[in-house]
């Protein structure tokens, strides 16, 4: 078993989930690549190297986020709602470690904190947490966010603000 080898697969699968472009769904039928399908597809592929993973929710403001005011005071906008990051248990140190590839590197010049991981330590969080949940209450949570009528009725209020985010990340990248 060669270490170093397994933690620069780490940090490469990691750097592949979190350069993918970040957008919010905004029907069932549109691909999504927001924080919690990114930390899932993340899980997906630490966990066929081996890792264990769990999936944790916090909530969080978006009015914390550098987005323009134009977005930010759009009657849609709610300002606390939740984000879904990954933990991973580090075998080297049996310690459960954050890893969060929500924010892609092309996001940096819209004011958005990349983060960077080494495989063993700590990413920073894309958002500020104001609550973090346990690892139990995150899964029911997830479970719950899993229920047909709330998806429909979260993405049908919510459509304005999120088609604001991913037209404004679209323009700023390009």
Request: net charge negative; proline share 5%.
């Amino acid at each position: 078993m060669d270490i170093d080898a397994d933690i620069e697969k780490r940090v490469s699968l990691f750097k592949f989930i979190r350069d993918i472009p970040y957008k919010i769904a905004l029907n069932s039928e549109e691909q999504d690549y927001c924080c919690s399908t990114k930390s899932l597809m993340l899980a997906s592929l630490l966990e066929r190297e081996g890792l264990q993973t769990r999936q944790i929710i916090c909530d969080f403001n978006w009015v914390d986020m550098p987005l323009p005011e134009a977005v930010l005071s759009l009657p849609y906008m709610v300002e606390e709602t939740t984000h879904q990051f990954l933990q991973v248990l580090i075998p080297e140190t049996e310690d459960w470690i954050n890893c969060d590839p929500t924010w892609d590197s092309g996001m940096k010049k819209c004011g958005f904190e990349i983060s960077k991981w080494d495989g063993l330590h700590n990413t920073r969080l894309a958002v500020v947490p104001t609550r973090i949940y346990s690892p139990q209450e995150s899964l029911d949570l997830i479970e719950s966010f899993k229920n047909e009528g709330f998806i429909t009725r979260h993405m049908a209020y919510h459509h304005v603000f999120y088609q604001a985010i991913n037209d404004w990340l679209r323009a700023s990248r390009s």
